[in-house]
């Protein structure tokens, strides 16, 4: 099937005409098919206006088919400010246009256009403030025409994840550079990651011309294709956008709903070149486009984009667009060279026997429109006299698609992120780039090279480049140096200045020739601040048709080069991102223990703690409460065992590790025994508590420091960064993972560890409550750490990580004979609740200090320093705003959760952060926030709960159980 509208095969590489599709735009049916975009469909329908553009209301169509302008933005149902250009259409699609008063076709607030003499750029930093109080006039004016498009409140997020890709190579672009470098790395020994913002592959090798017989190059773009799609060594994400460059090569890829965070050792940039547009007056209406456009719309889609054309060109490509669309049925009114003669004189030759005019240094002054501005409908063609000037009269011609291209931008975004300057040769109108980073090659066009036999060479010669730092080097690389001449392929100066203006330097912007050089004459010379003042290039395109024609006015302007004035920063992304794509679901690295077999074969119920995977409870899921009640009975009556290998470990040595450790932490740890432990709470610059564990001194120059799972890696970056200030003579590792530790603890722990360990007095008197020892226990090397986290008799066993599961296995032997049984987390939660002990970043939060937790007793008031000190004597000389409180509720009363509100009166005054029913209590106790003035024991603080009820609870001094300490300290 066949649209009357559409170009038969072979064109239309991208489209299924097998397949239909039906959609809407503005209330009106079309048909289009698979593989359309909703552009391209509409395109194909004759529909050319799709938008208007943001400031002064103009008719907009399509203008490089690329995603590389805002002209095509649309509505969808669910998303506003759509790049239809780029959109796949789907079945029942409904497409609004957007940015318009009334309707599309009949904008009312067309008549801006009349009152831009009124609106110079710039004019709102002066015009909105004055006389005094005049802004709240304008305010909800500019509020309500402020913006495009509209967002569905209602829109359900979609989901969106994370995944990790590691590669030798990435190469960026997958044209005739990107396919052959990716081609020569993986036949050098190479895994390449091949990235690709198209459905298919091949770049420009899909829609451009290189020659007047195109046959080879059509040929050879299938061969490559084919190639390495078929290479065992090369993967492929195709529609996909590299949207940045970070050190060390990551590279955030989007590919729909995924953002692939890619690291790569070595990193080819094959992105290409952005076609340029001529500044001539009227040069945005719909119909005029980018050669390259049109190329794309006959080639991928199959639209015939015109009756009668007329293309504009600085270069020999408009030639060989111009043989494109005579060969497709289109009318080529003329080709008009902004040059004296083309590099090619064969191609001159060649259109003039097609009967096709040439008007040689001319160019179109003027675009021509009926009523409406809704589609060009001529150009008047004058000779270029001067540079930016033309003579005083000349031709009209006729034209319903006007095909423009200045020459080529190499997309240098990504380059410049990773630290290159992109540098502009005056005399020959070129761009370089310099400056790059260790192991970033560029091939192609986006490094100057256009001609197809040099695009390929480029390619080879930076895969040979990347193997070679890869230690893959291959021999029979020379041929990749021998370029050869390039062509000019930029005009020097395409912008030709109107006395009435409209000649739009950036399209999403609406900003024309004469904003640019006000910007100047109000004192802004640099670059960088007339983008500021101006707006250029802060659109959607991000300065991809307006930074070149920028720079030339801007330099014009101030009597320097363009080499000198340079082009605005490129920072990341290099396109829109959607916050989903940030926010998206991760991959979280999971860890287990040593012991995380033996923990599955006792049956239990495995959580994530941080990175690690954790018994949560032993036990079915659906009798967690009971499981965990039973547990807890046996820590308080018998012996139980739980894995702590994921408790954060820091070794701390040298000289100066007491200073150190006394400088971070709030206690005092100058003149801490050696064989004793010590409670460690650590608070931030801003005095707010961020971590919290237990400091054993093992020798003069040796403490074994505990963090919390989730926080050791932050504890640890903190004691790097502060002894990089301090410069003590201290070795700080982090020894997480290379330990593994449990936690024995019941009234019979003591009687299970004297089976397995006899070097030790593990007596009252030898080893006490707070006690550190160095050990053998199994006959494995021990660190021994006598604490009670939940409130028992209780040994911490800190092993060597290879020894974890032995030490499990000996433990649960030799406590068969007191009926030892493992518990877990959700256990030792429960335990340590009884005891009113806390749990930093679950009983704190980004605004908790010491004070308000009841933690004075952990500061050593008279050290000179610890970090944090100044904000804590400033915190604590405030009131009390609120306080941690433990506070318990009759069994049968409707159980809080983690994050019910603690109301006072209507106002909310803080939240519950733990909450648990207590077997040994026969209540349920928990620990929450409130108001400094409903923290006193006995009193009642309202908590409500699940339905909107709310519960009484009796605020408790802590701990709830054991007060004395009687229990752990036997």
Excluded at 201 to 220: M, V
Excluded at 616 to 630: K, S
Excluded at 747 to 757: F, T
Excluded at 784 to 802: Q, S
């Amino acid at each position: 099937m066949t649209s009357p509208s559409r170009l038969p095969a072979p064109m239309g590489l991208l489209i299924d005409r097998d397949r239909p599709l039906h959609f809407e735009f503005d209330g009106t049916r079309y048909q289009g098919f698979a593989g359309d975009s909703i552009a391209s469909a509409l395109l194909g329908n004759g529909r050319w206006l799709l938008s208007r553009s943001f400031k002064y209301h103009r008719p907009r169509g399509p203008l490089s088919m690329a995603g590389q302008d805002a002209n095509s933005l649309v509505q969808l149902p669910s998303e506003p400010n759509v790049l239809a250009d780029m959109h796949p259409l789907q079945a029942d699609l409904a497409v609004t246009g957007q940015n318009f008063s009334g309707s599309l076709t009949k904008d009312r607030d067309a008549f801006l256009g009349h009152f831009s003499r009124f609106m110079p750029v710039g004019f709102y930093y002066r015009s909105f403030y004055k006389p005094k109080g005049m802004w709240k006039v304008w305010e909800p004016l500019i509020r309500k025409k402020a913006g495009l498009g509209v967002l569905d409140l209602d829109f359900r997020p979609e989901y969106h994840d994370k995944a990790f890709l590691f590669t030798d190579v990435a190469v960026v672009g997958a044209g005739p550079a990107g396919l052959q470098a990716a081609l020569s790395a993986a036949e050098g020994g190479a895994r390449v990651l091949l990235i690709e913002q198209q459905p298919i592959l091949g770049g420009a090798l899909n829609w451009a011309r290189f020659a007047i017989d195109d046959e080879p190059a059509h040929r050879l773009g299938q061969e490559l294709c084919a190639a390495v799609e078929s290479h065992p060594n090369i993967r492929i994400l195709r529609e996909a956008t590299c949207n940045a460059w970070f050190s060390d090569h990551f590279l955030p890829v989007i590919q729909g709903n995924r953002l692939y965070k890619v690291r790569a050792r070595e990193c080819i940039v094959a992105a290409g070149a952005f076609d340029q547009p001529v500044v001539f007056r009227n040069n945005d209406l719909p119909g005029i486009m980018l050669t390259s456009a049109a190329q794309r719309l006959m080639k991928l889609y199959a639209v015939k984009p015109g009756q009668r054309a007329l293309l504009l060109t600085g270069n020999d490509d408009g030639y060989l667009a111009a043989l494109d669309l005579h060969e497709q049925g289109v009318e080529v009114a003329a080709l008009v060279d902004m040059r004296a003669q083309p590099n090619d004189g064969s191609l001159l030759t060649a259109l003039r026997s097609r009967g096709i005019a040439c008007h040689l240094s001319s160019t179109v002054y003027e675009a021509l429109h009926g009523k409406g501005m809704r589609h060009v409908s001529g150009a008047e063609v004058r000779r270029i006299q001067a540079q930016g000037q033309v003579a005083d009269s000349g031709l009209r011609i006729d034209c319903d698609l006007l095909c423009m291209s200045a020459g080529y931008m190499p997309v240098y975004q990504l380059l410049c992120q990773a630290g290159a300057t992109l540098s502009y040769r005056d005399e020959e109108a070129a761009f370089t780039l310099r400056g790059l980073p260790a192991g970033l090659e560029v091939a192609g066009s986006v490094n100057g090279r256009h001609l197809l036999d040099n695009v390929l060479r480029d390619g080879r010669r930076a895969a040979a480049a990347a193997l070679s730092r890869l230690d893959l080097a291959q021999a029979g690389n020379s041929e990749a140096k021998d370029f050869l001449a390039e062509p000019r392929v930029n005009f020097d100066w395409p912008i030709f200045a109107h006395p009435k203006g409209k000649e739009f330097v950036d399209f999403d912007e609406d900003l024309q020739v004469r904003d640019i050089i006000n910007a100047t004459r109000h004192g802004y010379r640099d670059v960088q601040l007339v983008k500021r003042f101006s707006t250029v290039g802060m659109g959607p395109s991000q300065g991809r048709h307006s930074a070149l024609p920028t720079a030339r006015l801007v330099a014009q302007a101030t009597g320097r080069s363009v080499s000198e004035t340079g082009v605005t920063t490129a920072r990341p992304p290099f396109v829109a991102e959607k916050l989903a794509h940030i926010a998206g679901r991760g991959f979280d690295p999971a860890r287990q223990t040593p012991m995380h077999q033996r923990h599955l074969e006792a049956g239990a119920k495995m959580m994530p703690a941080g990175i690690w995977q954790r018994p949560a409870f032993y036990g079915p899921t659906e009798q967690r409460d009971a499981c965990m009640q039973a547990e807890a009975r046996h820590v308080r009556e018998k012996v139980g065992l739980i894995d702590v290998s994921t408790l954060g470990g820091l070794d701390v040595r040298g000289p100066d590790a007491a200073e150190l450790l006394n400088r971070l932490y709030t206690f005092a740890f100058l003149k801490q025994p050696v064989g004793r432990s010590r409670y460690a709470l650590m608070t931030g610059e801003d005095g707010v508590v961020i971590d919290d564990g237990v400091c054993a001194r093992f020798a003069d120059n040796h403490f074994y420091v505990t963090a919390t799972t989730s926080g050791v890696d932050r504890i640890y970056q903190q004691m790097l960064k502060w002894n990089a200030q301090w410069r003590l003579d201290v070795d700080i590792t982090n020894v997480t993972a290379a330990l593994a530790a449990v936690n024995l603890a019941g009234p019979d722990a003591r009687k299970v560890l004297e089976r397995l360990c006899s070097d030790v007095d593990l007596s009252p008197a030898g080893f006490p409550y707070l006690g550190v020892r160095l050990a053998t226990v199994a006959g494995i090397p021990a660190r021994l750490l006598r604490v009670g986290f939940v409130g028992e008799l209780g040994y911490e066993i800190h092993v060597p990580a290879r020894f974890g599961e032995a030490l499990w296995d000996a433990l649960m032997e030799a406590g068969k004979a007191f009926d030892i049984r493992p518990f877990g987390v959700e256990t030792q939660r429960l335990l340590r609740l009884e005891k009113g002990h806390l749990i930093i970043s679950q009983d704190t939060d980004g605004m908790t200090h010491p004070a308000e937790i009841d933690m004075g007793w952990a500061i050593a008031r008279n050290k000179p320093f610890f970090v944090g000190k100044r904000s804590v004597q400033i915190l604590e000389a405030q009131p009390l705003k609120r306080k941690l409180v433990g506070f318990s509720l009759a069994a049968e009363a409707r159980k809080p959760l983690e994050g019910h509100l603690v109301l006072k009166g209507d106002d909310i005054s803080g939240n519950v952060t733990s909450c648990e029913y207590s077997q040994t209590l026969g209540r349920i106790i928990g620990l929450a926030y409130c108001a400094a003035d409903q923290a006193t024991p006995g009193g009642q603080i309202p908590i409500r709960v699940e339905g909107g009820e709310v519960v009484l609870a009796e605020v408790v001094r802590l701990p709830f159980f054991d007060p004395d300490n009687t229990r752990q300290e036997l």
